[in-house]
């Protein structure tokens, strides 16, 4: 009785020359009609960039409140606590484009996060620092972020990496916005301490590596960080003999940075809320006397509702 409804939608998608029709509609709009966007998403130097506007405080609001609730519900005055933004490539363009109000994102969230101390990443990215077909940051782009924060969260790093080329990849933007555009590279950052680290998935139950190459054969291939999307995952340094502890509250932007601080700690945990409630945190995560690092980017901090 649901055939005719499920093949209606399977043609939809699969109809002769789709993508064909779709990039002429796309060069229609934008070169015969110039319009700046199409869905949001424009071309800028070859990178195709999500236009996010306005700024919707509430969901800041919401965002610091879910925050503030960790901190009350699980911190003392032993743990040292901090946060950063991630902006999305939208910053990093000309003026020509809707932007969020970066600088009162910043200030609502000082204002409102008592007893955290902001670590400002901004100078650290530029464009060239994101994917071209996607939003998230490049992990080789990433070493002078990792810098800023361990220098403001007081611990040490290397910065002596072999850098290796994965494979290619068309990011989500490719899809939504049908145009030609360069081709990304997923590349990985190796040295000692990150190719022995091992990674225990409390979702899945397994332990693994840093990198996860089974990901290459799925959906997103920067899965290959960390093994992508889950709600808590723990990185063990047993090269790192001072037994000091770091929790990051984060978003997917962090499966590629947090191997750059691996070095600083014997264990880092990472939670992510979008999938994981914060009223069960005490039951997986030993908060003790561990630094605490709250790193999420512009677009989940303007879209907080996904956040458990």
Not at 63 to 70: D, G, R, S
Not at 94 to 116: A, P, T
Not at 237 to 257: G, H, M, P, Q, V
Not at 264 to 273: A, E, H, P, Q
């Amino acid at each position: 009785g649901n055939f005719a409804t499920k093949f209606d939608n399977y043609a939809m998608d699969n109809f002769y020359q789709r993508e064909t029709f779709r990039k002429l509609k796309t060069s229609v709009e934008l070169d015969v009609f110039k319009k700046q966007d199409v869905n949001k998403i424009y071309k800028y130097n070859d990178f195709l960039v999500e236009q996010i506007y306005p700024l919707d405080e509430k969901s800041v609001t919401n965002l610091i409140n879910k925050i503030n609730y960790i901190k009350d519900s699980y911190l003392k005055e032993t743990n040292k606590i901090y946060y950063s933004i991630i902006p999305d490539k939208n910053y990093y363009t000309d003026n020509n484009h809707l932007k969020l109000d970066y600088d009162k994102m910043k200030q609502i969230m000082q204002n409102n996060l008592k007893d955290l101390q902001y670590i400002d990443i901004f100078q650290d990215l530029g464009l060239d620092s994101y994917y071209y077909t996607d939003s998230h940051w490049k992990q080789e782009k990433l070493q002078n972020v990792a810098k800023t924060i361990a220098q403001n969260m007081n611990f040490n790093i290397s910065e002596n990496y072999n850098e290796q080329k994965i494979t290619t990849f068309k990011g989500v933007y490719a899809g939504q916005l049908p145009i030609n555009t360069k081709e990304d590279e997923i590349r990985i950052l190796i040295n000692n301490t990150i190719g022995y680290a091992n990674v225990y998935n409390y979702e899945t139950k397994e332990q693994g590596e840093i990198y996860n190459f089974k990901k290459l054969n799925g959906y997103d291939k920067y899965d290959i960080y960390l093994s992508g999307a889950t709600p808590l995952i723990e990185i063990s340094n047993s090269n790192n003999k001072e037994n000091k502890t770091l929790i990051i509250f984060r978003d997917s932007y962090a499966s590629s940075l947090a191997p750059l601080l691996t070095e600083g700690y014997s264990k880092i945990t990472l939670v992510d809320t979008r999938y994981i409630s914060p009223k069960i945190l005490n039951e997986y995560v030993d908060f003790e006397n561990a630094d605490i690092l709250f790193l999420y980017s512009t677009l989940v901090i303007n879209s907080s509702m996904a956040l458990k």
